[in-house]
C-alpha cells in the first residue's frame, strides 16, 4: 500500500500509488526551451585555445614514491626536521590548551569570596 502526506488531517493517509509518488499534485515542471543565459560570456573555439607551457616538470610522481616508501615513518614526519617541529609545536600547543580549558573550568566552577 502507498501513502502520502494528507494536507487537510496532518497525517499519513493511504493513496494510489501514482498520487504518492506525486503528492498533493505536485508534478515536475518540463521545460521544453532553454533558459535564457544572463551573464553570458563569449565562448572560445577549441581552435582558439591556447597550450600553456608549464616552467616545471611534473613532480608528483616523485612525491608518490617518496611518501609511499614504506620505511615506517608516518607520512606527516617524512620530510625530516621541518615536519617533527611543526608536529612538536602543534602537540605542544593542543596540550597547553587542553590544560589551561581545565583550569579554567576549575576556576569558573569554586564559588567567589566575598
Known amino acids: 500500500m502507498y501513502y502520502k502526506f494528507s ?5 499519513l493517509a493511504g493513496a494510489w500509488a501514482s498520487e504518492a509518488y506525486s503528492p ?3 508534478k515536475p515542471v518540463v521545460s521544453t526551451e532553454a533558459p535564457p543565459i544572463i551573464f553570458a560570456t563569449p565562448t ?6 591556447t597550450v600553456y607551457d608549464y616552467a616545471g616538470k611534473n613532480k608528483v610522481p616523485e612525491l608518490q614514491k617518496f611518501f609511499q ?8 614526519l617524512k620530510r625530516g626536521l621541518p615536519d617533527q ?5 602543534t602537540m605542544a600547543l593542543t ?4 590544560i ?8 569558573a566552577s569554586q564559588p567567589k569570596n566575598k
Do not use: E, N, W
Open 100 to 107: 589551561y580549558c581545565l583550569i579554567a573550568l576549575y576556576m
Open 85 to 89: 617541529m611543526l608536529y612538536r609545536t
Open 95 to 98: 596540550v597547553g590548551g587542553t
Open 24 to 26: 498533493q499534485g505536485l
Open 44 to 49: 572560445k573555439l577549441t581552435s582558439d585555445s
Open 7 to 11: 494536507g487537510f488531517t496532518q497525517k
Open 69 to 76: 616508501k614504506a620505511d615506517g615513518v608516518p607520512v606527516y
